[in-house]
């Protein structure tokens, strides 16, 4: 049955309405869907793994002595940023932030996956190299305290990352036929 009103065309709502009550409802999906978030995590685990360096760097001591003869200190992460007794410190916050930029900014986006792998793997050179250079402002034996462990671990994860989507790995695709495997 079609109505027409006074100008002689198809009244469209009153159809559109007619069919939406006719077909059967369909439960909604929840919006916070935990195989998306999955997927949004393992395709972007270089961004993963920057936002837990970056976030290391406020947790606790980065480098640390063991005391022995001398008194123990310790180096928290924040005072390697713009500190001119560890050059290369400030790099360890700056190059996360760049990889996770790169996506985003227009000019960089056909490099983001070169950039992301160069700047993880810089990163975690320079773990080592600020602890070099901390040994010969300090005196002691100096480890690597709970933000440079932290600081590493989130190196390895975004490093798993740039080198799966610099090479071409689907990390989403294996991980997800293991789910399905159960």
Not at 44 to 71: H, Q, T, W
Not at 103 to 122: F, N, P, Q
Not at 153 to 163: C, D, E, K, P, R
């Amino acid at each position: 049955m079609q109505n027409f009103n006074h100008s002689g065309q198809n009244n469209d709502k009153e159809e559109q309405q007619q069919q939406q009550q006719q077909q059967p409802k369909q439960p909604q999906q929840p919006a916070h869907n935990k195989q998306g978030l999955l997927t949004k995590a393992l395709t972007n685990l270089d961004v993963v793994g920057s936002i837990i360096m970056i976030i290391s760097m406020f947790l606790g001591a980065f480098y640390k002595s063991d005391g022995g003869m001398y008194s123990a200190w310790y180096v928290p992460g924040y005072s390697l940023i713009f500190n001119s007794d560890y050059m290369l410190g400030t790099l360890l916050i700056v190059l996360p932030v760049v990889v996770m930029i790169a996506k985003y900014v227009e000019g960089l986006k056909k490099y983001d996956r070169l950039i992301s792998l160069l700047c993880l793997a810089v990163t975690f050179i320079f773990v080592f190299v600020v602890k070099g250079q901390a040994s010969t402002v300090e005196d002691g034996a100096i480890t690597l305290g709970t933000g440079a462990i932290i600081y590493i671990f989130g190196n390895i994860i975004g490093l798993i990352g740039s080198a799966a989507g610099f090479f071409g790995y689907d990390i989403n695709k294996t991980v997800n036929g293991m789910i399905n495997k159960k």
